[in-house]
């Protein structure tokens, strides 16, 4: 009798679990509204009288694994335009109708099998009106084919590799400067810095993003004169970079550029301050914009890094019509201001890529009057505007469709204020910088 | 730069050796491969983090307590997993530990999520003419000096050390001779489960880690028992340190990405010529 | 008997068919077929694995390197030669068998626990490699050109088509499951699965015997990788050699009944519907491995034979239509 009871209990717990409730998308957690925060759309005089839509914005977040920090500010910048929005009665149409919104999301473990999984679930299943891209190129360019194949338009942040956007994809809009563009500036800045520095090093992260950004970064380096002693990838899921800082100690680099996401760019810098490596200008990827970066403490200092946008950031209604440009949204201060009453931490430039992806859907909404994909996918080919994010214009071209043209990179550096405490400061470009870069590296 | 790199590879080599030894233990005493292993590398890790940042512990104190866990989790793991497919085939026990390798890995998401940690630790470092060594690194290499003799003399000169060499040696005539062989693989198990345990607590004093970083720990536990021969402790720990000496010099000359195709073509390589080791003996 | 006589072939393939044409009837045809897609790669995977480990004994635990590597193959042929499905299909096919069948006549020498490892040891060089080739795109892998699904008559029209294939692999892989488990050749396998050495002296040639089940078990995972790839529209090296995946194939293939035509369909089908349910509740996404960890920790010391093995013992009737 015994042994008939274990298999018993083995197959009716198996039954048990399989019949079980379906489990439904649980809509995400609403955080505190934020109250009377400065909304980017004034509901209209009068009543709006038409039928209220509620459109679904679909995507996933690395609520657990290494992606972690990051896209939980991206998430929490999204969720604080939608409130603002769905607080403010809406987006409403010329003919009458009010669009609210509601997030629907799935945590992707900062993975890359659950991601296909589950934007196609959230595109079949839950109908999703909109998608935003998960955190990092990796994901985004997994969620980007099933965007495709189903006909979403998606709105990518945090996500700045350039080879998603030359598949061919026609629905994908990326917000964040391409990668790219993301270290040729630190590459001027170390001319600027010290003329006399001719040999650096490449280490990097071997992913999507990381690879794109020093690929670019070394035939910008090179055309500028500069010996690479070194350029080497490291795993993604790298804890030990004794062999590198070796290898760069032996190659006589003068100066690091690098790096991949938050988790290995602390780790790294930690490594080469444990280390004790004499290196005179050191840039890492995504890890030193992030506040949680000062963690490190005297590690931190002098590292710089390039950032999408910065608190500093002097984004402005009148600088707008300077630029002949069309602004949108509202204004930084009232972005940091908002942030922080909601989630009770400073904004980094994650947070804002989130922010601005709903800032973007928004406008192409309103131009479009019309939530229909192809008239969305349409406005967003027009777009042309400053927000308190910065520009933002796609590339229309069919090799790079959706390719972000508009937005600039801004460079950050730690350095201690006269009190002992760490401050980012922004170093370059020299017309934003809120301080003199530290150099060399301490 | 080969001196430097070879110094921090095998300071490296002496932790991955400890890692070794517990999973050789179990191979050579009972015939299993634990696939549970690398969870509880990762376990021992986590052990010193909550102990440090929970309780603000020294590290190398809390590892007296994380190998006294471990030593329990062993036995208990043995109990409810292994003791009863002990005689089976190979594909039980290995399944059965896999099973617990699921079990520790899914509670342990659930607990701590998969973001990586940190022990905030630090020792400083000092020079060598021009090479800097961490001191956390140093004191993990004498740790695992420490361990393994400790282990030696216990195997050696204690009656129950004696005894699981007795059953390693031949499990029935072991019994016959009075010896309660149920409850000494149950305590090996416990030995080999406790010094990975060790090992993931040492490796968390300089490396970040996520409950899954044991995988990879488990991977080069595997390969540094075929170097070293299996159910051989001093063969482990010299095979720690000739995989911790390759990830050192390996870098010198290629890329590092290679290390990992190097160690494992190494690795079947071994299996397939010489399968009791390359210091084993003859099976 | 004649196969084709058999009940238990019957029971094998109406259930398959059954699955496969569920998204045609279901309410929500796209999510439907991307569950029943999951379903029957594992389904096919797992039958695949039974060859070799249900069959004749030998654990692989890195049976995932040939999905890998034909899904690689497949891939590349795409997406840098524009090939076309049909023709890259078969080529991770041909891959996948020639790897084994040079493989299998070193490794299989190995028995037990040291086969196990030498395959583990052989899908992490594999993976490592991988991620240094660079015709393969290294660490960052390959994607599919958009325009690429285009010629398949849209992407809706090439999930459809990487289903309907999927769908006509899987019954493929089950009746050569069927058809070796019926023959002398299958009755020779299962000698070497009881002893190896007896099988030996009663004629039966192992080393050859051996290897062509290796390549057998080998040439269906290389083309679902392909099939499996290609509707992802990517590929990189941790997806295409995850030893976890590779794990919970032989999981699969033990909850059903390991050595049984049934079994892996069973297990496979049981496992991939728990773990899909698991997966979206936010209570139990985290422990949803956990709980496949208890399930398959219960069946090795409690059922070892699985439910079709379960159900063959406490009713001896069903054994004519259990195969």
Known sequence: MKRLAYPLIAVSMLWLVACGPTPTAAPTEAPTPVPAAETPTAPPAGIPTGEVKTAVIGFTASQTGKYNVSSTRQVNGLKLWMDQVNAGGGIVLSDGTTIKFEAVSYDDESNKDRVQELYTRLATEDNADFLISPYSSGLTAAAAVIAEQYGKVMITTGAASDATYKEGYTLIFQAYTPASRYLTGAVDLLAHLDPQVKKIAFVYENTKFATSVVEAAKAYAEEKGYEIVLFEGYDAETTDFGPFINKILESGAEAILGGGHFQDGSTFARQIHEKQVAIKFFTLLVAPPEPDFADLGDAAVGVIGPSQWEPLAAFTPESAEEAGLEWFGPLGEEFVEAYQAAYNEEPSYHSIGGYAAGLILQKAIMDADSIDPMAIKEAMDKMDILTCYGHIKFDTSEEAHGLQIGHDMVYIQWQKDSAGNLVKQVVWPLEGATAEALYPKP | MLIASLTDGLLLGFVYGIAAMGLSLIWGVMDVINLSHGPIIALGMFGIYLAFTGLGWNPYLSLLLVAAVGLLLGIMIYGAAVHRVINAPHLSTLLATFAVNMIIIGIGTAVFSTSPRNVDFSLGSFSLGSITLLWTRVAAALAAVLVTALLYLFLYRTRLGKSIRAVANNRAAAELMGIPASWVLAFSFGLGTMLAAISGGLIATFFPFTILAGGSYELKSFVICVLGGLGNPLGALIGGLILGGLEGIIPTFMETTWVPVLEFILFVIILLVKPSGLLGGET | ?323
């Open chain 3, 1 to 323: 008997m004649k196969p084709w006589r058999n009940p238990g072939l019957w029971l094998v393939l109406t259930l398959t068919v059954a699955i496969s044409l569920w998204p045609l009837v279901a309410a929500n045809k796209a999510y439907s077929r991307e569950v029943t897609f999951t379903i029957l790669k594992a389904v096919a995977l797992a039958s695949s694995l039974n060859i070799l480990l249900g069959y004749t004994g030998y654990v692989s635990f890195g049976h995932i390197v040939f999905f890998g590597l034909g899904g690689y193959v497949g891939f590349y042929l795409m997406s840098v030669h524009n090939a076309p499905l049909y023709v890259a299909v078969p080529a991770g096919a041909l891959v996948s068998g020639l790897l084994a069948f040079l493989l299998g006549k070193a490794i299989l020498r190995l028995r037990g626990a040291y086969f196990a490892l030498a395959t583990i040891g052989i899908n992490e060089a594999a993976r490592a490699f991988i991620k240094n080739f660079e015709p393969f795109g290294g660490p960052i892998g390959m994607s599919l050109k958009f325009k690429v699904y285009k010629s398949y008559g849209g992407p809706e029209q090439a999930l459809w088509i990487a289903f309907a294939s999927l769908a006509a692999l899987t019954v493929a892989v089950l009746l050569v499951s069927f058809l070796v488990k019926t023959s002398r050749f299958g009755l020779g396998l299962m000698a070497i699965r009881e002893n190896e050495d007896a099988a030996e002296v009663m004629g039966v040639i192992t080393p050859n015997a051996k290897t062509w089940a290796y390549v057998l078990s080998a040439v269906f995972p290389g083309m679902v990788g392909v099939l499996f790839f290609f509707k992802n529209g990517n590929i990189e090296p941790p997806d295409a050699f995850n030893l976890h995946q590779s794990i919970e194939t032989i999981v699969m293939v033990m909850l059903g009944g390991y050595g049984t035509v049934l079994g892996p369909l069973l297990g496979s089908a049981i496992y991939q519907r728990l773990r899909g349910l698991l997966l979206v509740s936010p209570l139990f996404k985290n422990i949803q491995l956990a709980v496949a960890g208890v399930l398959l920790l219960l069946i090795i010391l409690f059922v070892p034979a699985g439910v079709v093995g379960w159900l063959r013992s406490r009713f001896p009737r069903l054994r004519r239509v259990l195969e």
